[in-house]
């Protein structure tokens, strides 16, 4: 059985840093794409980051906002976790942030997707 579990959230000033981490068990994780998304109250989910099974990354480089210049994706296969490190936090990344994880099954082509519970992040003004 598949597990996602995300934490690492909580209460933080403006301006502070906190590193979200998502620990997964329950398949290859070193073969699976990891993803960040959070979700604003009464907003839509919008993706934040990625790292590849390859260690490539991306991040969300829309013009509204300045997210890859603050947060940094990584991956410790070792321990099957992944890691959000958000510095400069403002008020508007305040969000409860889940993980995505895309397994890819070789022997079928097939993608499965997993999402956590989520984790929680206030940035107080």
Not at 48 to 77: C, H, L, P, Q, W
Request: proline share 1%.
């Amino acid at each position: 059985q598949v597990q996602v579990v995300e934490s690492g959230g909580g209460l933080v000033q403006a301006g502070g840093s906190v590193t979200l981490s998502c620990q997964v068990s329950g398949l290859t994780f070193s073969s699976s794409d990891v993803a960040w998304h959070r979700q604003a109250l009464g907003k839509e989910r919008e993706f934040v980051a990625k790292i590849r099974s390859s260690g490539r990354k991306t991040y969300n480089e829309a013009s509204d906002n300045d997210m890859k210049d603050r947060f940094t994706i990584s991956r410790d296969n070792a321990k099957n976790t992944v890691f959000l490190q958000m510095t400069n936090l403002k008020p508007e990344d305040t969000a409860v942030y889940y993980c995505k994880v895309d397994e890819f099954t070789a022997s079928t082509g097939l993608v499965s997707t997993h999402w956590g519970q989520g984790t929680q992040v206030t940035v107080s003004s």
